[in-house]
C-alpha cells in the first residue's frame, strides 16, 4: 500500500536494504523479488560497514540482477578502502546506479569517492566518460566542497591532488617526456589539468633539466646540461631548493656561455 501510494503521488520508489553484505542471502532476494513484483523503481545493495570485497559485490549484484527486473543500486563504505573497486564491479555485474559523494565524505571513513570512481570508469572506457561527464568540473566541485567543510583536497587525492600528476624521479620524467602513458593512465588535459615536472631536487635527470632549459628559452649543450643536473644534486643535498633556484643555474650558465662566445669572437 505504501510503495502505491508514494508512485501515484508521481515519485519514483527505492527499497533498500542495510548491511547486505552481512544479511542471509536467501531472506535478501526473497524480499527483493517482492518488492520488484510489487512495482518499486529500484531497489539498492549496501555495503554499509565496509565489508565487502570486489568478488563479494559482483556476485551478490550479478545475482540480484537475474531475480530482479527494476534498476539496481550499490552503496559502498570505505572502512576496508575498497568503495571504488567495489563500486565499480558493482557496475559490472549489472547494477545500474552507484552513491558516491564528492571526496568520499560519508560516515566513518566515508563512502565511493566520485573522483575516484570517475578515475576507475575512465581507465576502462575514456571516450565515452569524455563524451557523457564534463571532467574539468571536477576539481572545481572537490575545491569548493572542500572549503566549505574546511578541510584540504588530499595531496594524493584521485585525479586533482597536487601530487597526481607530478614526476620526480629522473628514469621517470624522461619517460614521460618521451611518452606520457608510460607513467599516465589518465591525461590530465582531459580533466583541465596540467603534469609537472619536478626538477628541484637530487633525483633529477639531465632530460628533466634540458626540458626546463627549453621551456626558458635559453640554448645549452647537453654537455653543459649534466653540469647544471651535477650541481643541482649536489645543491639538493645541502638544502631544499625552489624550481627558482634551478631557474637561476639555467641562466647564469647560459650568460656564462654567451660571454665566452663573445671573448672567443674577438679577434
Not at 147 to 167: C, E, K, R, S, W
Amino acid at each position: 500500500q505504501v510503495i502505491d501510494f508514494v508512485k501515484s503521488q508521481g515519485l519514483e520508489v527505492r527499497f533498500s536494504s542495510e548491511d547486505s553484505f552481512r544479511s542471509d542471502l536467501v531472506d535478501l532476494l526473497t524480499i527483493y523479488r517482492e518488492v520488484d513484483k510489487i512495482g518499486v523503481n529500484r531497489v539498492g545493495i549496501a555495503d554499509t560497514v565496509g565489508v565487502a570485497n570486489p568478488r563479494q559485490v559482483y556476485e551478490l549484484v550479478h545475482t540480484l540482477r537475474g531475480v530482479v527486473k527494476c534498476d539496481i543500486e550499490f552503496h559502498g563504505h570505505n572502512d576496508t578502502g575498497c568503495a571504488v573497486a567495489n563500486a565499480f564491479c558493482a557496475l559490472e555485474a549489472g547494477a545500474t546506479h552507484v552513491d558516491t559523494s564528492v571526496l568520499g565524505i560519508g560516515e566513518r571513513n566515508g563512502i565511493t569517492p566520485l573522483g575516484g570512481l570517475v578515475a576507475r570508469m575512465y581507465t576502462h572506457n575514456p571516450d565515452e566518460i569524455r563524451r557523457r561527464y564534463n571532467l574539468p568540473l571536477l576539481r572545481e566541485v572537490e575545491n569548493y566542497v572542500a572549503g566549505l567543510v574546511q578541510v584540504d583536497v588530499p595531496f594524493n587525492n584521485y585525479i586533482t591532488g597536487y601530487t597526481a600528476f607530478t614526476h620526480k624521479a629522473g628514469i621517470h620524467a624522461k619517460a614521460i617526456l618521451n611518452n606520457p602513458s608510460t607513467y599516465e593512465i589518465l591525461d590530465p588535459a582531459d580533466f583541465g589539468l596540467t603534469r609537472y615536472i619536478h626538477v628541484a631536487h637530487r633525483l633529477t635527470g639531465w632530460n628533466a633539466i634540458k626540458q626546463r632549459a627549453e621551456q626558458l628559452q635559453l640554448t645549452l649543450s647537453d654537455d653543459a646540461i649534466k653540469k647544471i643536473t651535477a650541481q643541482i644534486k649536489v645543491l639538493a643535498d645541502q638544502r631544499s631548493l625552489s624550481l627558482e633556484d634551478v631557474d637561476v643555474l639555467l641562466r647564469a650558465y647560459h650568460a656564462e656561455n654567451i660571454t665566452s662566445d663573445l671573448l672567443e669572437a674577438v679577434p
